[in-house]
């Protein structure tokens, strides 16, 4: 039995909804209209019996530079992708685009400039795009397919596709891992009674390490290391405090965090002032992060497999 999820989408609130989802066959084309921002997409798709379907156009008719990817599915499939910001006129717009499959890599397209982001599902298909748009591609999300394994192990390890929180300010963009096998290390960046910014080591199903990109500004002055020791250590849940930043009472971000595993308390980093805010208590482990950032780190949740 498959799943379905719908990831996002990210990006700005401008333009109207589009989506766009495979019928009953593959991804094999899209075509990438872009400038200073990605301006348009058009996407295809094939059936099993070969029949070709397009899509509209996503997105208005400027542009100055055109690309067109083909897939040779079903042997090549997507698996990512990642994106860029940026305020563009009135509006928050994509300005950028990078795509993966199971072969190879993408692009960027676009002004690989501006806030970065990037989405991973472990185990998962992109089958279909959705988002908003009007002059250009204003935000993008996913639609995903998730294909049990025949021991249906799926239900015990599959995460939402967003977990519990984000806890703490509205400030910044979203941003999401996705969920992994794992977590082997964390690093905060700490300072001035705040957490300026996080990156964190997962371990994918494969075993493979893999970086998230760094979530949050430049500062910090202290940086805080916390290696798990997987096969006998993990997650399970966090806590911390989050508040006014620099004196305003209008934009708060994460004053503080605390991690807690199976075996330890890690923390608190930052300063425990502000609003308090704690995960699940539930048995599980936690497999991914989600939340927003900016200049720091605003706002954090968690993707939690659930025992």
Partial sequence: MEEFLTVGPWGGKGGNPWSFEENNGGIIGMKIVHGDVIDSITFKCGDEYGILQHSKKVGGNG??????ISLNWPEEYLTSFSWTTVKYGANIVIRSLSFKTNKTEYGPYGTKTG???SHRMEGGVIVGFHGRAGDNVDAIGAYVKITPKEDNTLKMVLPVPRGPGPWGGHGGMEWDDGVFLAIRELHLYVGDSVIHAIRVLYERKDGEPVWSPKHGGDGGDQIKTIKLEVSK?????IAGF???VNGSNSFKALRS????TNKAKYGPFGDEIGHAFTSSVAAGKVVGFHGRSG???DAIGVHMEYF
């Fill in 295 to 297: 200049v720091y780190l």
């Fill in 63 to 68: 542009g100055s530079k055109t690309n067109e």
């Fill in 115 to 117: 806030q970065p982001f």
């Fill in 242 to 244: 989050y508040g006014p």
């Fill in 233 to 237: 250590e993990f997650l399970v849940r």
């Fill in 257 to 260: 965090i605390t991690f807690y």
